[in-house]
């Protein structure tokens, strides 16, 4: 192990031997030569054929579901009223589409699907390897034997200081997705200042390491660089957030959140539209959530009046705007972590979430308020400590002009550019 150290530290490349040797020999080797490895790969960098190697190497060691004609999936590196996983898979399976969505469970600021979707009474997020590889629509939890190696890596990138490597979070990605059985993935990039990537230029380079490197994979890749500056839709939080998924798939979604699906869909070449008009979408959803445990009735039941279903914190506190003009912003920075500190989201992992924590944004960006409106309701605890409340009217700008605000969908990249 120190001769391998010392060649990344002298600034030279890792064979494709070394890395499997690493991998290999991972649960022999001691924490501090794991994390020296991973010291080195963060400060000298690791090119496209090592995170090519590195990522055959983790999807190698574990198990893999088998592959299967029409079968999609998408992956976002996270954010704040980050939902659309939950609306795009059922819509995707009523068009057509296989859609074998392995996903993850929120850290701090950022929400995580999993979590959102325990809000649900009875749905099961732990699907062994069998159910997943006979259902045609699912989204649970990375089982122990899949990829193996990126539960070990991170836990240690998480105390070194070397979770940013963007050879690292490649290959972490892409050695889960790619033994999903997949054959078309979309990557939603988020930038901005509630984004893993706070700019564009940063979250680029990580789109095209993770296109080049799921393309030689054999996957068909392609990666949206999406806004990340303003929280998605109006509901944040996990009820909150499976309230406006149903939303969604009624039609009735917010503009941005749906615009992010529809093209998140056209992305895997797949027309949504249809499937969501008619009500299959919906269909779907339902015939999901029983699949996974929900009982018939409260699968009915959530998507009635989802509040006849989901928790929901017993005290609600109204966040006004301090002066008279237009809604200019939302910090979703101080939203998102306002909700972890509240108890929705959680600070290190393990820790306990509540579901019925969230916020509902009660008016649409851009629009005029007087001083004192009401512009968001936080459903949260009996005792919450004043100075989140203070943060959350910090996280509200009023402008004296309308202001104009971007698309949400800033730059597709492709194995083939742009």
């Given at each position: 192990m120190p001769t391998v150290l010392a060649i990344k530290r002298d600034g030279g490349v890792w064979s494709e031997a070394e890395i499997q040797w690493f991998i290999d020999h991972l649960d022999e080797l001691p924490r501090e030569q794991v994390g020296a490895w991973l010291m080195a790969a963060q400060l000298v960098g690791l090119n496209e054929q090592e995170t090519v190697a590195l990522t055959h190497a983790m999807l190698n060691q574990g198990a893999r579901l088998p592959d299967r004609v029409g079968a999609v999936d998408k992956h976002s590196t996270g954010g704040v009223g980050d939902k659309m996983s939950i609306v795009l898979a059922p819509a995707l399976h009523a068009s057509g589409a296989i859609v074998p969505m392995l996903a993850g469970r929120g850290l701090a600021h950022t929400g995580g699907t999993i979590d959102k979707l325990e809000a649900i009474p009875g749905f099961n997020?732990?699907?062994?390897?069998?159910?997943?590889?006979?259902?045609?629509?699912?989204?649970?939890?990375?089982?122990?034997?899949?990829?193996?190696?990126?539960?070990?890596?991170?836990?240690?990138?998480?105390?070194?200081a070397t979770v940013p490597c963007i050879g690292l979070i490649t290959a972490s990605i892409l050695s889960k997705k790619a033994a999903e059985g997949i054959e078309r993935l979309v990557l939603d990039v988020k930038v901005g200042r509630a984004a893993f990537m706070q700019t564009q230029e940063d979250?680029?380079?990580?789109?095209?390491?993770?296109?080049?490197?799921?393309?030689?994979?054999?996957?068909?890749?392609?990666?949206?660089?999406?806004?990340?500056d303003r929280p998605i839709g109006r509901m944040y939080g996990n009820s909150h957030e499976i309230v406006e998924c149903i939303d969604c798939l009624k039609g009735n979604g917010p503009e941005d959140t749906m615009a992010l699906v529809h093209g998140q869909a056209e992305a895997l070449g797949v027309s949504i539209e249809e499937a969501i008009r008619s009500g299959r979408a919906m269909d779907a959803f339902k015939a999901m959530l029983v699949r996974q445990g929900v009982e018939p009735t409260t699968a009915d039941q959530l998507i009635a009046d989802p509040w006849r279903v989901l928790?929901?914190?017993?005290?609600?506190?109204?966040?006004?705007?301090?002066?008279?003009?237009?809604?200019?912003?939302?910090?979703?920075?101080?939203?998102?972590?306002?909700?972890?500190?509240?108890?929705?989201?959680r600070s290190k992992p393990g820790d306990e979430v509540d579901h019925g924590i969230g916020i509902q944004r009660v008016v649409e960006m851009g629009e005029r308020v007087t001083a004192g409106q009401t512009v968001m309701v936080l459903d949260g605890p009996e005792h919450l400590e004043a100075r989140l409340l203070e943060r959350l009217h910090q996280a509200i700008t009023v402008a004296e002009d309308a202001p104009t605000h971007p698309p949400r969908l800033l730059e597709t990249i492709t194995a083939h550019g742009k």
């Open positions: 997020t732990g699907l062994q390897r069998d159910a997943m590889a006979a259902n045609p629509c699912f989204i649970a939890r990375q089982t122990t034997d899949i990829a193996p190696a990126d539960a070990v890596l991170y836990a240690v990138r998480d105390v070194t979250a680029k380079a990580l789109a095209l390491s993770m296109v080049k490197v799921g393309t030689r994979l054999g996957l068909d890749v392609c990666a949206q660089l999406t806004e990340m928790p929901k914190a017993p005290r609600s506190y109204f966040i006004a705007a301090h002066e008279e003009g237009y809604l200019a912003d939302l910090d979703a920075l101080i939203i998102g972590e306002v909700l972890c500190e509240a108890g929705a989201g």
